[in-house]
């Protein structure tokens, strides 16, 4: 992802200035800033990991090197925080420059499908005037063709549920119980190769019917009569 690097810098308050006026012109001078980059979107392979630079900038070339601590603002983030890590909580700017920068690594998996929020932080420091905090909106991106599940379920919905494993048997999606729905649609990210589907009943009487779409194809369709659950395989391709 390539973003492009323009620091927002709208000075409002006056305090904070040193101004020479004239009739008709101000002129702004020897002003202390620093900021993120703007917000930005961060998307990821939920069957992988990406890594993204995150810059600040100041407004100003310095003549030497300056580190500024960076933080995460707990309150404002929603991001599970074992789903990503940061290379550092300081970003050094080194002399002669205005940019410095740290990298986020963040895991697919671990990013909530409806999407999730990481809010970081510049902390205060003496003297400098800190821009807004940078939010990074992350988000699942599947770089293949999405496996649509799709459950009608009986009368019983809470006691259905599901899993879904690779060749190797790793689980690599679940679900379930659903009390009080009647239906679900579920996208899942999977590569070309084999799986296998587990639809469960915790009753034992069996449960909704249920299809899985590839690419805007069928490719396995049940009806609910299995019991206190059947395995499937499947094919990707």
Same mark, same amino acid.
């Given at each position: ?20 006026? %004239? ?6 001078? %020897? ?5 993120? #980059? ?41 991001? &599970? ?43 205060? #420091? ?19 063709? #999405? ?24 689980? @690599? ?16 990210? @999977? ?13 034992? &009487? ?6 899985? *779409?590839? %690419?805007?194809?069928?490719? @396995?369709?049940?009806?609910? &009569?299995?019991?206190?659950?059947? *395995? ?6």
């Amino acid at each position: 992802m390539k973003k492009q690097h323009i620091i927002p810098i709208i000075f409002t308050l006056f305090m904070f200035l040193n101004c020479e006026k %004239n009739e008709d012109q101000i002129t702004v001078s %020897n002003i202390n800033y620093v900021s993120f #980059e703007p917000a930005f979107e961060f998307g990821v392979d939920p069957t992988g990991t990406a890594v993204e630079q995150i810059s600040i900038f100041t407004s100003t070339v310095l003549s030497t090197s300056k580190t500024f601590n960076i933080a995460v603002v707990e309150d404002q983030t929603t991001a &599970d925080p074992t789903g990503y890590s940061i290379s550092s909580s300081v970003i050094t700017i080194p002399a002669s420059s205005n940019e410095g920068s740290i990298e986020l690594s963040v895991t697919g998996s671990k990013i909530d499908p409806d999407g999730s929020v990481l809010v970081l932080e510049i902390t205060s #420091e003496t003297g400098v005037i800190i821009g807004e905090p940078l939010v990074i909106n992350l988000s699942q991106v599947c770089p293949y063709p #999405e496996t649509i599940l799709n459950i009608l379920f009986d009368d019983y919905p809470e006691e259905q549920y599901w899993e879904l494993y690779d060749a190797n048997d790793v689980l @690599l999606f679940e679900g379930g119980p659903y009390p009080d729905q009647t239906s679900l649609e579920k996208a899942l990210c @999977l590569p070309s190769g084999s799986y296998q589907i587990f639809m469960g009943d915790l009753y034992g &009487d069996g449960g909704g019917t249920y299809t899985l *779409t590839y %690419n805007g194809n069928v490719i @396995l369709e049940r009806g609910g &009569d299995y019991g206190t659950g059947e *395995t499937i395989s499947f094919q990707i391709n």
